[in-house]
Nanobody
Framework: VQLQAYGGGLVQAGGSLRLSCATS????????MAWFRQAPGKEREFVAA???????TYTDSVKGRFTISRDNAKNTVYLQMSSLKPEDTAVYLC?????????????????WGQGTLVTVSS
């Protein structure tokens, strides 16, 4: 089972990026998927999640700016990020949950990708 996140990069404040998470090895159509992020010297934190039936959840700091979506036919989850801020700078990791309902805790997620770096300059 592999989760590969990509699409990160350097962007100016106010800009946009779209992250993708491609899964392989098994299908996750019945599992919730999520994005977490980890900034240097900080704990890994929840960003957004989407349940098996498309219901999404966001941490307060990204509501209205980020959108999570999934394409089960492509085994891919996306994170569209807009109005980026320097404080969004982090390694972004995708994860697949043990079940179908999305949660915000790290221990609810069984499979993790390696992450992609997003750097937002001021």
């Amino acid at each position: 089972v592999q989760l590969q996140a990509y699409g990160g990069g350097l962007v100016q404040a106010g800009g946009s990026l779209r992250l993708s998470c491609a899964t392989s090895g098994r299908a996750f159509i019945n599992n919730a998927m999520a994005w977490f992020r980890q900034a240097p010297g900080k704990e890994r934190e929840f960003v957004a999640a989407i349940s098996w039936n498309g219901i999404s959840t966001y941490t307060d700091s990204v509501k209205g700016r980020f959108t999570i979506s999934r394409d089960n036919a492509k085994n891919t989850v996306y994170l569209q990020m807009s109005s980026l801020k320097p404080e969004d700078t982090a390694v972004y990791l995708c994860a697949a949950a043990r079940g179908g309902i999305s949660g915000t805790r790290k221990d609810e997620y069984r499979y993790w990708g390696q992450g992609t770096l997003v750097t937002v300059s001021s």
